[in-house]
Structure formats: structure tokens, C-alpha cells
């Protein structure tokens, strides 16, 4: 029996369907002002195994796994290493990464490095950057990421891929940068949803209303792998980095900050002028990423991150107590921003773009009480520019959306005309949301981008990563039904 509601672990309200799919319907970009203000961290490396050339190599075994996501609660997943989600990976910039992916699922499975400009042959798309690893084989991963920041590591075999992440197989790379400046605390906090049925197992998969409407939306919100919020206590006066990442399959939500004076580092991993969020709140898509510092009060004092689904829904509760923390380091430089990322390009010439349309269509009609229905082929649902689906096992899209030689500048124009916000992911490269004249662009670097249902956003960007590059939806069952295309860049 499928589980329709969803108990605040704060205030005890029950969510219903209804309220979890207006709350994603209601999630939209805005525009994020400037600021100023902010600071970074070194951190360990990942444990890995010797090599015989000396260079680590990470294991990560994809294999099922037992994970309490409610307290008391076995439920069957999958996972990175046995966990959910899997290991935090802290690697350096600029520093060779080895892994050895470890197929122990069933399904066959790559390794998509979400956000992070490196290769197109390690993307991890199957079918269009690398075949995917049968059941039971293995493959080598190996590259060197020049950006640090926050990334997500997760499978993309199109079709099965979202299955797989909903399983659990999802994770969160820190790339870090030794000269960045140091905080008290660098904490990972991945968010996630489950739909769980009532005897907290993973409900049926497969949905054509998923899959044709909103995506699987979940029941149950945790945050590392626990049921949200994360609790987390510091002493007063220390700095503190939280890296936000959303892993959900679908759900496109807003988040606030209740009691923090936050400051935006980072967003989809690439440095930022820092700012204060207008109203205290972002939209929080799947696949989006924020580097998020603040500094905490006095003690006794508390503050919150919070999902704004119905009357608010914690996910992370920051508590304030003992001696301030001078009495037990320096005092750290004022905070300030990152800098300006010298890898990409100071300005993009958007007179010298080479310009698309990118339009996607499809999906369900949405009745009276809010709920899509699907009535057309369940094997292609959404199309872009009319192909339904870039790679998979049918490979609709034999050409490229674009072909493009390296270095040019490029700009799509996506527009959205179903009655869903669109979700799109550009791998290999940063891009800038243009204003809607043309005529400059938002403060910040985007890979994810939400498009409004019924608008156009455009997005610019220097083709400067050789290879093919997919750009899809992150809501994962709208990329498996069709939801993407691919550009070459030569």
C-alpha cells in the first residue's frame, strides 16, 4: 500500500500528496542579489587503497545495503560502500582522483560526476561518454578536477538511472583547495527523499504519473542519511560552512534560513560574491548545490536551515553552547570572498555566441485537483526540440543538439512549455543565466538551472571542455522517459 503523507518531525503536520506537489509547483528561480563576505577549509583526504604506482585509489562498491533512515526502521537500499548516501569524498583540486567502481546491484551502472569539468570520457553518461558496468564487472575511474567546490557523485544509466539513485546510490565530492581560508567547521549536509510504503521499505517503481508529471516525490525528507533535520552544536563565535546538496529524484523545493545571518559562498560549486539570500531563501532544485557560511551567536542561541514545505520542514537545526571559540583558537580573518575562479571566462562575447533553441515539450496535463495524467506512449513522454531521448537504449537523438568547435561561445535558449518547472543540467561546463534582453547576466555560475513552467530561460556559456556533453533533466524520472539531448564540442 502506497504511503501519501508525510509527518513534520518538527510540528507534527501531516503533509499530504496534495501539498507536496504544490510545494514543488510553486518552486521557481529568482534572481540572487550580491554581496559580500565568506571563507573555506582544507579537510582530510578519502581512505583509499595503495596502488601500485602510489597513487590512492577510492573503492566504491555499489551493492545493497540496510540503512535506518527512521529511527527504528530497517529499509532495503542501495549503496556506495553498504551506505546511503555513499561515502563523502574530499579530494583536492588540481590532484589526481583514482576510483574502481564495483557493480554489485543487479542493474547495469556508471558513475556521473555531477557539476565537475573534467573529461567527457569519465562524465559517466552511458551510452553516450562510456558503456555502463555490467553486473558483477568493474571499472576504473581517474581524473583531475580543476575547480574545487561541492559536487554530487551519482549513477546515469538513462532509463534505469532513476531507480538507482532512489535506491540510494547517490554521494558528495569536496574538492578542495589548499589556500582556501579556514572555518571551525565543514559540514556536508546532503538532503534527500524517500517514498517509503507503510512497512518502510522502498515503494513500487515504475510509475507512468511519476515519470510523465511531477517525479517520485518522497514521503519521508533525511539529511545525510538520517531522518532531517541534522542537529548540529557549535560554541559561540565559530565560523561555520555548510555545503547544501539536493539529491532528491524530484523534488524541487525552497529553502530559509531561520535565526542565520547566512552568506552564499558557492552555488553549484563555483565561487560567488558572497550575499545574504533575498528573504533568507533559495530555491533548492535537484542537483543543486550552495556553499552557505554564517557565524553563530551567543549561547543559548539556535538557528535553523529549513525546507518551506507546508508550515516549514527542518533539515538542519544549529545549536549554540559553552565558551566561545576564541577561547580556543585566533581569531580568523573577516570573511571574504572566494575569488573569482581564473578557469572560466571573465566575460562570455554574447554577440559572438552561437545560439539554439531548446524546447521542450511533452508530459502530462495537469486536472482540476492538481494531479497529472498521462494518457499518451509511456516509452517517450518528453521530448526536446521533438526527439525524446539523447542516449539509452534507444538512442532517438543521433546528432547533436549543437555541434560546436572548442572556445565558442554559446548560448540556449530553453524554453518550457509543459505545466512542470524544468530542472536542466549542463555537464562539463559553468554557465551564466543571461538577463531577458540579452543584456548582462546573473552574479553567479550555474551547471542546474529551474525553467519556470510556460518560460524561457537563457543560458551562456564557453564551449571550452572538448567532448560530448549531455544536457538533461535532474528530475531522474523525466530524464529516463526522454528528457534530454547531448552537444559536440570539438
Known amino acids: 500500500m502506497r504511503s501519501t503523507s508525510m509527518i513534520?518531525?518538527?510540528?507534527?503536520?501531516?503533509?499530504t500528496r496534495r501539498t507536496l506537489v504544490q510545494a514543488a509547483a510553486a518552486a521557481i528561480l529568482t534572481p540572487l542579489p550580491t554581496a559580500a563576505a565568506l571563507a573555506q577549509a582544507a579537510a582530510p583526504a578519502p581512505s583509499a587503497?595503495?596502488?601500485?604506482?602510489?597513487?590512492?585509489?577510492?573503492?566504491?562498491e555499489a551493492k545493497p545495503a540496510v540503512a535506518e533512515l527512521q529511527p527504528g526502521a530497517a529499509t532495503d537500499v542501495w549503496g556506495f560502500g553498504g551506505r546511503t548516501p555513499g561515502p563523502e569524498l574530499r579530494i583536492r583540486k588540481d590532484e589526481p582522483f583514482r576510483a574502481k567502481l564495483v557493480n554489485s546491484t543487479p542493474q547495469p551502472l556508471s558513475i556521473h560526476w555531477h557539476g565537475m569539468r573534467i573529461a567527457s570520457e569519465m562524465d559517466g553518461v552511458a551510452g553516450l561518454t562510456q558503456e555502463p558496468v555490467p553486473p558483477g564487472a568493474t571499472a576504473d575511474i581517474a581524473f583531475t578536477p580543476p575547480d574545487a567546490g561541492t559536487f554530487i557523485y551519482r549513477p546515469l544509466v538513462p532509463g534505469l538511472t532513476a531507480e538507482a539513485a532512489e535506491r540510494g546510490l547517490s554521494g558528495v565530492v569536496v574538492v578542495e583547495d589548499p589556500g582556501a581560508q579556514p572555518v571551525d567547521l565543514d559540514r556536508v549536509c546532503a538532503v534527500d527523499d524517500w517514498?517509503?510504503?507503510?512497512?518502510?521499505?522502498?515503494?513500487?517503481?515504475?510509475?507512468?504519473?511519476?515519470?510523465?508529471?511531477?517525479?517520485?516525490?518522497?514521503?519521508?525528507?533525511?539529511?545525510?542519511?538520517?531522518?532531517a533535520p541534522e542537529r548540529i552544536t557549535v560554541a559561540p563565535g565559530s565560523r561555520v560552512r555548510l555545503r547544501l546538496a539536493n539529491l532528491c529524484n524530484a523534488r524541487v523545493m525552497r529553502i530559509r534560513f531561520d535565526g542565520l545571518k547566512a552568506y552564499v559562498s558557492a552555488v553549484d560549486g563555483q565561487p560567488t560574491d558572497t550575499f545574504?539570500?533575498?528573504?533568507?531563501?533559495?530555491?533548492?532544485?535537484?542537483?543543486?548545490?550552495?556553499?552557505?557560511v554564517f557565524e553563530a551567536g551567543a549561547a543559548g542561541s539556535a538557528g535553523a536551515v529549513?525546507?518551506?514545505?507546508?508550515?516549514?520542514?527542518?533539515?538542519?537545526?544549529?545549536?549554540?553552547?559553552?565558551?566561545?571559540?576564541?577561547?580556543?583558537?585566533?581569531?580568523?580573518?573577516?570573511?571574504?570572498?572566494l575569488g573569482d575562479n581564473p578557469r572560466l571566462p571573465p566575460a562570455i562575447p554574447l554577440q559572438k555566441a552561437q545560439r539554439a533553441d531548446v524546447t521542450i515539450a511533452g508530459g502530462a496535463r495537469l486536472g482540476t485537483d492538481g494531479r497529472p495524467a498521462y494518457a499518451g506512449d509511456p516509452a517517450r513522454i518528453w521530448t526536446i526540440n521533438g526527439v525524446?531521448?539523447?542516449?539509452?537504449?534507444?538512442?532517438?537523438?543521433?546528432?547533436?543538439?549543437?555541434?560546436?568547435?572548442?572556445?565558442?561561445?554559446?548560448?540556449?535558449?530553453?524554453?518550457?512549455?509543459?505545466?512542470?518547472?524544468?530542472?536542466?543540467?549542463?555537464?562539463g561546463h559553468s554557465f551564466r543565466l543571461l538577463h531577458p534582453l540579452d543584456d548582462g547576466w546573473e552574479p553567479y555560475w550555474l551547471d542546474t538551472v529551474i525553467v519556470p513552467e510556460g518560460q524561457t530561460a537563457r543560458i551562456a556559456f564557453l564551449a571550452d571542455n572538448k567532448g560530448r556533453w549531455l544536457l538533461?533533466?535532474?528530475?531522474?524520472?523525466r530524464l529516463d522517459s526522454g528528457l534530454s539531448a547531448w552537444i559536440d564540442v570539438t
Do not use: C, W
Not at 517509503?196 to 515504475?206: I, Y
Not at 535558449?413 to 505545466?419: F, L, R, W
Open 306 to 337: 529549513a525546507a518551506s514545505i507546508g508550515q516549514g520542514f527542518p533539515l538542519v537545526e544549529i545549536k549554540v553552547e559553552g565558551e566561545p571559540i576564541t577561547f580556543r583558537r585566533p581569531v580568523l580573518p573577516p570573511l571574504a570572498p
Open 49 to 60: 587503497a595503495s596502488r601500485a604506482d602510489g597513487l590512492p585509489t577510492t573503492l566504491l
Open 195 to 227: 517514498r517509503l510504503n507503510e512497512q518502510h521499505q522502498l515503494d513500487a517503481f515504475g510509475s507512468v504519473d511519476d515519470r510523465a508529471g511531477y517525479g517520485r516525490l518522497g514521503n519521508l525528507l533525511t539529511v545525510n542519511g538520517v531522518r
Open 472 to 477: 538533461g533533466s535532474t528530475v531522474l524520472e
Open 276 to 292: 545574504e539570500p533575498l528573504r533568507a531563501s533559495l530555491p533548492f532544485a535537484p542537483g543543486s548545490r550552495y556553499d552557505i
Open 8 to 15: 513534520d518531525p518538527a510540528s507534527g503536520l501531516l503533509l
Open 388 to 427: 525524446s531521448g539523447a542516449v539509452g537504449p534507444e538512442k532517438n537523438a543521433a546528432k547533436p543538439l549543437l555541434s560546436v568547435r572548442r572556445g565558442t561561445p554559446v548560448v540556449l535558449a530553453i524554453a518550457n512549455k509543459t505545466p512542470f518547472p524544468q530542472v536542466m543540467h549542463l555537464h
